[in-house]
T-cell receptor
Framework: EDQVTQSPEALRLQEGESSSLNCSYT??????LFWYRQDPGKGPEFLFT???AGEEKEKERLKATLTKKESFLHITAPKPEDSATYLCAVPLRAAGNKLTFGGGTRVLVKP | NAGVTQTPKFQVLKTGQSMTLQCAQDMNHEYMSWYRQDPGMGLRLIHYSVGAGITDQGEVPNGYNVSRSTTEDFPLRLLSAAPSQTSVYFC???????????FGEGSRLTVL
């Protein structure tokens, strides 16, 4: 069964304290891994697509990396505005149009 | 730019009542979908559509109906609401086979 698991569930950081979020998956024949950011009371917003092991994508203080079994979202020197829930998603093996999401990591960055 | 528009934003229903959550997108996306988001459960796919006249079930389709008569609109119908359908519902669309979903702001539904 295709599964996506994110850890930790929650992360409290001081401003400037770098950290990483993990997204592990069991889908074989991965056809992309996607990262989203969700602010409270809002819909998720797309951040990155990763397609192959070794690939990296960056946006401001965020960098996403991909291996054959997991992806990491690194937050470098975070600011309070980086506080959000970060979600990862992968297409289901049998139906590429169905994205399955992980449970998310709630990040709180304190000034 | 409107993007994906959902209405209503909030709704309270009694058990057994029916209602329709509306979703419209102005990006000419072929793919549209409905998710529900519950604490501890993440986002779960209810139904999706790859074009006008084509719909299919997701992970949790029971109790929900959809239709897609136009490219722009993808309404979600609750035929007989149950307390288990209390949730936040998100409509999302995308172009082609990309994974870049564009989400609406969500509709918070409470069933008493």
């Amino acid at each position: 069964e295709d599964q996506v698991t994110q850890s930790p569930e929650a992360l409290r950081l001081q401003e400037g304290e770098s950290s990483s979020l993990n997204c592990s998956y069991t889908v074989s024949g991965l056809r992309g891994l996607f990262w989203y950011r969700q602010d409270p009371g809002k819909g998720p917003e797309f951040l990155f697509t990763l397609y192959s092991a070794g690939e990296e994508k960056e946006k401001e203080r965020l960098k996403a990396t991909l291996t054959k079994k997991e992806s990491f979202l690194h937050i470098t020197a975070p600011k309070p505005e980086d506080s959000a829930t970060y979600l990862c998603a992968v297409p289901l093996r049998a139906a590429g149009n169905k994205l399955t999401f992980g449970g998310g990591t709630r990040v709180l960055v304190k000034p | 730019n409107a993007g994906v528009t959902q209405t209503p934003k909030f709704q309270v229903l009694k058990t057994g009542q029916s209602m329709t959550l509306q979703c419209a997108q102005d990006m000419n996306h072929e793919y549209m979908s409905w998710y529900r988001q519950d604490p501890g459960m993440g986002l779960r796919l209810i139904h999706y559509s790859v074009g006008a006249g084509i719909t299919d079930q997701g992970e949790v389709p029971n109790g929900y109906n959809v239709s897609r008569s136009t490219t722009e609109d993808f309404p979600l119908r609750l035929l007989s609401a149950a307390p288990s359908q209390t949730s936040v519902y998100f409509c999302a669309s995308k172009r082609g086979n990309t994974g870049e979903l564009f989400f609406g702001e969500g509709s918070r539904l409470t069933v008493l």
